[in-house]
């Protein structure tokens, strides 16, 4: 079975300082890889997700996570946190087989920016 | 285009009483999954529609769950009776196609469920 883990349920940055939120997976397979927030009052939203080929990947709100086979790590940066940012992060790993698939997630980090 | 609904937004019942969640998902969507987080934990799969059938129920956590999707549209949810540790956020979400493990799920609010 797949399995996610996110390290730090809560993350605190500055405005304007980096945001770097970690998640790594483990899997058998090769892994198609999922980072979804959660504003308040909301549905989750897609930011970005690895399915194969390029190893970074650009999402939306100028997100960005790379995919490290080696460490299997897809950690999700963005250079400049902004008040809009703070919610709830979660990363997920797909999991199945033919005509059937879903997702494992881990725990979520809150991220809190400060101003 | 709508996204996914999720109805009521919250429900607060008492142990022993029975509720039910409803979902609509994004017409079209012949995918319908329903979520559950229990408060701190991970949100974890329940189950799986492809139109009326169920795909995959292996995530429903005992038979006080029920879940159905008549006529492949939108889905319900009954516990009955709910127990103290049904309580957390019911998620449902769609997708246009499911058999792909890339495919995008979208999600609606939640339903935030309380058994006292």
């Known amino acids: 079975a797949q399995s996610v883990t996110q390290l730090g349920s809560h993350v605190s940055v500055s405005e304007g300082a980096l945001v770097l939120l970690r998640c790594n997976y483990s899997s058998s397979v090769p892994p198609y890889l999922f980072w979804y927030v959660q504003y308040p009052n909301q549905g989750l939203q897609l930011l970005l997700k690895y399915t194969t080929g390029a190893t970074l990947v650009k999402g939306i709100n100028g997100f960005e996570a790379e995919f490290k086979k080696s460490e299997t790590s897809f950690h999700l940066t963005k250079p400049s946190a902004h008040m809009s940012d703070a919610a709830e992060y979660f990363c997920?790993?797909?999991?199945?087989?033919?005509?059937?698939?879903?997702?494992?997630f881990g725990t979520g980090t809150r991220l809190k920016v400060l101003a | 285009e709508a996204g996914v609904t999720q109805f009521p937004s919250h429900s607060v019942i008492e142990k022993g009483q029975t509720v039910t969640l409803r979902c609509d998902p994004i017409?079209?969507?012949?995918?319908l999954y329903w979520y559950r987080r229990v408060m701190g934990k991970e949100i974890k799969f329940l189950l799986h529609?492809?139109?009326?059938?169920?795909?995959?129920e292996s995530g429903m956590p005992n038979n006080r769950f029920l879940a159905e999707r008549t006529g492949g549209t939108y889905s319900t949810l009954k516990v009955q009776p709910a127990e103290l540790e049904d309580s957390g956020v019911y998620f449902c979400?769609?997708?246009?196609?499911?058999?792909?493990?890339?495919?995008?799920?979208?999600f609606g609010p939640g339903t935030r469920l309380t058994v006292l």
């Open positions: 017409s079209g969507h012949d995918n």
């Open positions: 529609f492809v139109k009326e059938s169920k795909q995959d």
């Open positions: 997920a790993v797909s999991e199945g087989t033919s005509g059937t698939y879903k997702y494992i």
């Open positions: 979400a769609s997708s246009h196609r499911g058999g792909r493990p890339y495919n995008e799920q979208f």
